[in-house]
């Protein structure tokens, strides 16, 4: 933590230092294959792929689910706003304190941050489907789970997509302050350990954090882009930006 | 303590410590009033001004930005762009990258930039949606009974765009509220994240940790019940479409 104020006065250099750091940084001890960055890096992306993967089985199936039932909305659309008061330093500690600290510990903290926009997003994309274009498919014959995944699902993505993407930011974020928690094995460990990497170590570690939330946001937008149908698309360009938040904020 | 035995960490904290504080328990009642108005009771204040400033500072900006991307169609793709950009930092990784700049020390200002840059996403989304969806006919109205640019934005766009306006406040409060306990990284005295940092390096005694978390929740649905109330208040018409 940076609590050191001669810091703060000789920081001219400190981002130029933070970018060679960047390009040249240790190794540490039992890790003989990979340099200090990566290795964090890679764990970042590690526990962030496991979070994301087990609050997306929980979660999509159940907004949608519920979505397409229209029902539920006030658990659903509640747990959006309960979960985005929740405090994710606190979520990890707790978890931590009761569980303790280790892989599986963090990402039960995780999971429990990640469900609920996934929950809130997905139930509102589906929930809020015209209800005209339900009964047109309805009427020419297609059964439930049909008008659900060629009528709901694809006129949601936006929305369901939106949840994913704030899930896996709130993720990203609460894994590297999982170091402030006790749990070692991200890039949050560097952030957190000035005595041990410097100014330069800690502004490189913030830099590799962000750019890597910056690439995954950007990877998330294109497999929305893909997954949206054709004709959505160009209309999208001009819509999506309103909808996002919109419905889900209207619907509160 | 034997003279001469091992070092045996002393788990109650100091000789004054209370009876629930010695027996661990989960949550000590008597450590929480006791701590009250020599803890608790400052945090929760620096954090309530620390969100004020960070809402009302991200309020004004978006407000701004909002009404220029309302007037300019071109301003509000950059706008968007660059307000995702600044959302998508990770939260410790924006707090730490300040400390790199020069003349930004750990302070208060360092604290409020990420809070507000955080909160322009939604509150730039919202408003500048809530201007848009006003119906063209209300527009038209208003023109046709002589009413200025002016006059319109303040008394039919505005008033029109408060639903919007209120949820995207509601939004951006409760995250700040959320948000703001990792301020405490940067500025090591201010706000609840204070006591949940001591709460976390206290290994044995969480009492601290679940006052200070809990008392940031109910921070958060209390702001959040302040706004829905504004927004009945803001918006009388709605209510008697409702009755």
């Known amino acids: 933590m940076g609590t050191d104020a001669g810091y703060v006065g000789n920081a001219m250099n400190s981002f130029v230092d933070a970018v060679k750091f960047i390009f040249r940084n240790g190794q540490i001890p039992g890790q003989p294959h990979f340099t200090t960055l990566t290795y964090y890096a890679l764990g970042t992306v590690k526990i962030t792929v496991f979070a994301m993967g087990i609050s997306l089985v929980i979660a999509l199936p159940l907004g949608v689910w519920l979505g397409h039932r229209h029902r539920g909305s006030f658990v659903a659309i509640n747990l959006g706003n309960i979960g985005r008061a929740l405090p994710s330093l606190v979520v990890l500690a707790v978890a931590s304190a009761f569980l303790g600290i280790g892989l599986n510990e963090v990402l039960v903290a995780l999971v429990v941050l990640a469900v609920p926009p996934i929950i809130t997003n997905a139930y509102v994309g589906i929930d809020e489907v015209d209800p005209d274009l339900v009964d047109a498919a309805r009427g020419m014959g297609m059964t439930g789970l049909q008008v659900l995944r060629q009528v709901e699902m694809p006129l949601a993505v936006p929305l369901l997509m939106a949840g994913v993407r704030t899930a896996t930011l709130f993720v990203i974020s609460t894994t590297t302050l999982a170091a402030y928690a006790g749990y070692g094995d991200s890039l949050g460990e560097v952030v957190n350990n000035e005595a041990g990497y410097h100014l330069s170590g800690v502004l490189g570690a913030a830099i590799c954090i962000a750019a890597m939330a910056i690439v995954i946001e950007v990877v998330l937008a294109l497999v929305q882009r893909a997954l949206t149908p054709e004709p959505l698309r160009r209309a999208e360009q001009l819509a999506l930006p309103d909808e996002q938040f919109v419905p889900a904020i209207e619907a509160v | ?243």
């Not at chain 2, 009642?29 to 954090?47: E, I, K, M, V, Y």
């Not at chain 2, 322009?120 to 989304?125: G, K, N, S, T």
Request: hydrophobic share 55%; net charge positive.
């Open chain 2, 1 to 243: 303590m034997k003279g001469g035995g091992p070092v045996i960490p002393n788990f109650g904290g100091s000789a004054h410590a209370l009876a629930c504080q010695k027996a661990n328990r989960l949550f000590c009642w008597d450590w929480f009033s006791s701590n009250w108005s020599g803890t608790l009771w400052p945090a929760l204040r620096q954090h309530v001004l620390l969100v004020l400033i960070a809402v009302v500072a991200g309020f004004a900006i978006s407000m701004v930005l909002a009404l220029f991307a309302h007037r300019y169609q071109r301003v509000e793709q950059p706008v968007t762009w660059f307000t995702s950009f600044l959302y998508t930092i990770p939260s410790l990784a924006f707090f730490e990258l300040l400390l790199g700049i020069p003349g930004l020390g750990l302070n208060l200002v360092t604290a409020e930039i990420p809070l507000v840059a955080y909160t322009l996403l939604i509150l730039f989304r919202n408003i500048l949606t809530g201007l848009r969806n006003v119906p063209t006919e209300v527009l038209d109205a208003a023109r046709g009974m002589g009413m200025s640019r002016r006059q319109t934005l303040l008394r039919v766009e505005l008033p029109l765009a408060m639903p919007a306006i209120i949820a995207g406040l509601r939004i951006a409060t409760v995250s700040t509220v959320a948000l703001a306990t990792i301020a405490v990284l940067v500025d090591g005295n201010y706000g609840l994240g204070k006591p949940i940092l001591d709460g976390i390096g206290d290994y044995y005694f969480k009492t601290e940790l679940i006052a200070a978390g809990a008392l940031a929740v109910l921070l958060a649905i209390t702001a959040d019940g302040l706004l829905v109330g504004a927004q009945r208040l803001l918006t009388p018409w709605a209510r008697m479409r409702a009755t």
